[in-house]
């Protein structure tokens, strides 16, 4: 079980310490407005900490400084940090946009990890900033309880952040439950979605924005992509977080701008002075990398998709439905083909073989998007689901991986998404399916975290998707602010002795909409 740290003397003392004053700095004058760190000659992390991509055995740590420094990072097993091991610090220059991240490795598993950073000026080693504290659990050898939340959709449509309103609420409401880790399960940030000052709320009321520079339009150069990410690092809930549980993130579509897909033009979007979708994702891609804690594949530097392991009784694959797909169309060949592409071949043969592979008792597919909800792009269509009938378009990816599932017997995979900005429990059954080749299944979806809220979408019967919960705006309302209470994340359990799983629907008050409890079943040939 996870040691529960006393958040004040974490994150309050320690991590926020230094960050408070950033903040205001940055809230007064704007991101690069001179601040009390630029009075001073010692460097400050700007924008907090962040850990990701936590294993039995390592775990990655990130962090910013408002000026060239070396980055040293050392980690320990104890808050008071009487041992401690160091390793090799970073320098951080303005190629990264001052930010980096290091990896630590050699942890003792199933262990809380402390790790302190301190930014060192680069003209004088021995002007240091104050350092910031973060900690993570390395995931364990044996069977525990196991805890984590995920959700979707950052800052979006508009909705910044509100100080008066309580900022990203969601984020200090999902750290109450102490979680092991946090999927992001993609639109991290809104990079078509500028923020102003005043947003009217459909109830007449005056939402204030936070504002800075590069939220003013839409993100076109690499430094404007980098500063959406600095947008949220601005909120406090967000860095308390992000202090204390580490993340394991995937991305969508508007990390780089609405429904993208490689080699599209954005002919129509006057906002746009570069058209090239592909162009913007390049830059997209490495404001991604540089400002998460994602761990760096040697084979595929930008690569999203890859296995988490935590632990004896979970694996969980982060996938990338936006990458390698085709162009969006209306999604309906009946061969595949190039337009066909949704996770690729390279990533559809990885997921297969890493799935066959699993020992863990439950595999869950973190999925950008959901399977069976029909998410349009005009006349085209988004994701996979294209609408009732068999198999078709981008579906024939989807269908492949279920086939796959069945014929080798892999049992207790769960899929959770978000992107669609509300809550819903899907259970996915081939008695009710066009596509038949299958093993039942469910998905859970959640988010946003902090967006307008939207929906419900139509389903698809392909996969035969049932609806056992939703909840999402009254019929006719559409982009509905925060503060209006439909922000939610979805809370997973896992018992250590029976391995049930429990997935808890919940919204930004905590409050438990709906759940279910999850037998694990085993394997024929077990």
């Given amino acids: 079980m996870s040691i529960k740290i006393d958040r004040l003397s974490l994150t309050r003392r320690n991590v926020l310490r230094t960050g408070a004053a950033a903040s205001a700095s940055l809230v007064a004058g704007g991101l690069f407005a001179p601040s009390i760190s630029r009075a001073s000659s010692r460097p400050v992390i700007s924008h907090g900490l962040q850990s990701g991509d936590v294993t039995g055995s390592s775990g990655v740590v990130w962090a910013r400084a408002d000026r060239p420094a070396r980055m040293k990072v050392e980690w320990s097993t104890t808050e008071s940090f009487a041992s401690s091991t160091a390793v090799q610090p970073l320098d951080l220059i303005d190629g990264t946009d001052f930010a980096g991240k290091l990896p630590l490795t050699g942890l003792p598993s199933d262990q809380d990890i402390f790790y302190k950073v301190e930014m060192l000026?680069?003209?004088?080693?021995?002007?240091?900033?104050?350092?910031?504290v973060g900690k993570f659990r390395t995931a364990p050898v044996n069977k525990r309880d196991v805890s984590f939340v995920w959700s979707g959709d950052t800052a979006g449509q508009g909705w910044g952040i509100d100080v008066d309103r309580g900022g990203m609420k969601t984020y200090r409401t999902m750290a109450g439950h102490t979680p092991d880790f946090f999927i992001h399960s993609g639109d991290t940030i809104y990079a078509d979605g500028?923020?102003?000052?005043?947003?009217?709320?459909?109830?007449?009321?005056?939402?204030?924005?936070?504002?800075?520079?590069?939220?003013?339009?839409?993100?076109?150069?690499?430094?404007?992509?980098?500063?959406?990410?600095?947008?949220?690092?601005?909120?406090?809930?967000?860095?308390?977080?992000?202090?204390?549980?580490?993340?394991?993130?995937?991305?969508?579509?508007?990390?780089?701008?609405?429904?993208?897909?490689?080699?599209?033009?954005?002919?129509?979007?006057?906002?746009?002075?570069?058209?090239?979708?592909?162009?913007?994702?390049?830059?997209?891609?490495?404001?991604?990398?540089?400002m998460n804690p994602i761990a760096v594949n040697p084979h595929e530097p930008y690569r999203v998709y890859r296995k988490m392991s935590y632990g004896p009784m979970l694996d969980v694959f982060m996938i990338d439905m936006r990458t390698y797909r085709g162009r969006n169309s209306k999604n309906d060949q009946a061969e595949r083909g190039p337009d066909t592409s949704f996770l690729g071949r390279e990533q559809l043969d990885w997921l297969k073989r890493e799935m066959q592979a699993s020992k863990a008792t439950w595999k869950v597919v973190a999925s950008d998007m959901p399977i069976g909800l029909v998410v349009g792009d005009g006349d085209n269509f988004e994701n996979g689901a294209n609408g009732d009938g068999p198999a078709r378009g981008r579906e024939f990816d989807i269908a492949e991986v279920l086939s796959f599932i069945r014929a080798n017997d892999i049992q207790n995979t769960v899929w959770l998404t978000a992107d669609v900005h509300y809550t819903a429990a899907h259970y996915y059954d081939p008695g009710k399916a066009q596509f038949q080749d299958f093993m039942p299944f469910w998905e859970f979806v959640s988010g946003p975290l902090h967006a307008g809220s939207f929906g419900p979408n139509k389903l698809d019967n392909t996969f035969g998707p049932e609806v056992k919960y939703v909840k999402a705006p009254e019929e006719g309302q559409v982009n509905l602010p925060p503060s209006f209470g439909l922000q939610f994340f979805g809370h997973v359990r896992i018992d250590g002795k029976s391995e049930v799983m429990t997935v808890t629907l919940r919204d930004a008050d905590d409050a438990s909409l709906w759940s279910v409890d999850l037998a694990p079943k085993r394997s024929k040939a077990i």
């Fill in 121 to 132: 000026d680069l003209a004088d080693f021995s002007t240091r900033g104050e350092a910031m």
């Fill in 194 to 290: 500028p923020v102003t000052a005043e947003k009217e709320m459909p109830d007449g009321g005056i939402w204030k924005s936070v504002t800075i520079e590069e939220k003013a339009k839409v993100a076109e150069t690499l430094n404007e992509f980098r500063g959406q990410y600095k947008y949220n690092l601005m909120d406090e809930h967000v860095r308390a977080f992000n202090a204390e549980v580490p993340m394991f993130v995937q991305w969508d579509d508007h990390e780089v701008t609405n429904n993208w897909y490689p080699g599209e033009l954005l002919t129509s979007d006057d906002r746009y002075k570069v058209k090239s979708a592909s162009l913007l994702a390049a830059r997209a891609t490495r404001a991604f990398h540089e």
